[in-house]
T-cell receptor, first 111, second 112 residues
Framework: EAGVTQFPSHSVIEKGQTVTLRCDPI?????LYWYRRVMGKEIKFLLHFVKESKQDESGMPNNRFLAERTGGTYSTLKVQPAELEDSGVYFC?????????FGPGTRLTVL | RKEVEQDPGPFNVPEGATVAFNCTYS??????FFWYRQDCRKEPKLLMS?????NEDGRFTAQLNRASQYISLLIRDSKLSDSATYLCVVIINAGNNRKLIWGLGTSLAVNP
């Protein structure tokens, strides 16, 4: 069974540009989560989808971040415009019943 | 105060040593507890769940003390392959929301 996949694995952009991260969850998993780890800090929850609905988006830093999950399959996380403090590793996880399975993450660097 | 606190280490131990990690959490409404392992530049992976009655899986033992809001992980007979960052995770359920709160992680280096 394929695991959670994320694209791209790395992204280097300049401040002010836009970046879109993609997550493909494990097939059949209704729950999809986005997390972020900024260097030197804990992994932080960003938001949680159940199918295509946003269940909890309390962790989204500000309105420069937009997450979507049209059709309840893959999800995108767009950062527009990107700022220096957005640099970090963005993890996606999906859950069927119990355990969350994590993707390999996207390492975002904003210069 | 952080919601989940861990000593970041690093812990440097020789092969065969026993090492223990501790974690404290601040939210008494926390309901589930886990240890995750993260290798360098990789994603976190579930290591084991933590229960009040204790949970043992081979060389790994996890323990929860609800009264003290304290979680531990004991690794016996350390192997080189145990070198990683160990993340303490607490789950808080609020209605239909199930939120993972992460510790900073404890870095372990097992040396030959």
């Amino acid at each position: 069974e394929a695991g959670v996949t994320q694209f791209p694995s790395h992204s280097v952009i300049e401040k002010g540009q836009t970046v879109t991260l993609r997550c493909d969850p494990i097939s059949g998993h209704d729950n999809l989560y986005w997390y972020r780890r900024v260097m030197g800090k804990e992994i932080k929850f960003l938001l949680h989808f159940v199918k295509e609905s946003k269940q909890d988006e309390s962790g989204m830093p500000n309105n420069r971040f937009l997450a979507e999950r049209t059709g309840g399959t893959y999800s995108t996380l767009k950062v527009q415009p990107a700022e220096l403090e957005d640099s970090g590793v963005y993890f996606c996880a999906s859950r069927g019943h119990n355990e969350q399975f994590f993707g390999p993450g996207t390492r975002l660097t904003v210069l | 105060r952080k919601e989940v606190e861990q000593d970041p280490g690093p812990f440097n131990v020789p092969e065969g040593a026993t090492v223990a990690f501790n974690c404290t959490y601040s939210n008494s409404a926390s309901q589930s507890f886990f240890w995750y392992r993260q290798d360098c530049r990789k994603e976190p992976k579930l290591l084991m769940s933590v229960y009040s009655s204790g949970n043992e899986d081979g060389r790994f033992t996890a323990q929860l003390n609800r009264a003290s809001q304290y979680i531990s992980l004991l690794i016996r007979d350390s192997k080189l392959s145990d070198s990683a960052t160990y993340l303490c995770v607490v789950i808080i359920n609020a209605g239909n929301n199930r939120k993972l709160i992460w510790g900073l992680g404890t870095s372990l280096a097992v040396n030959p």
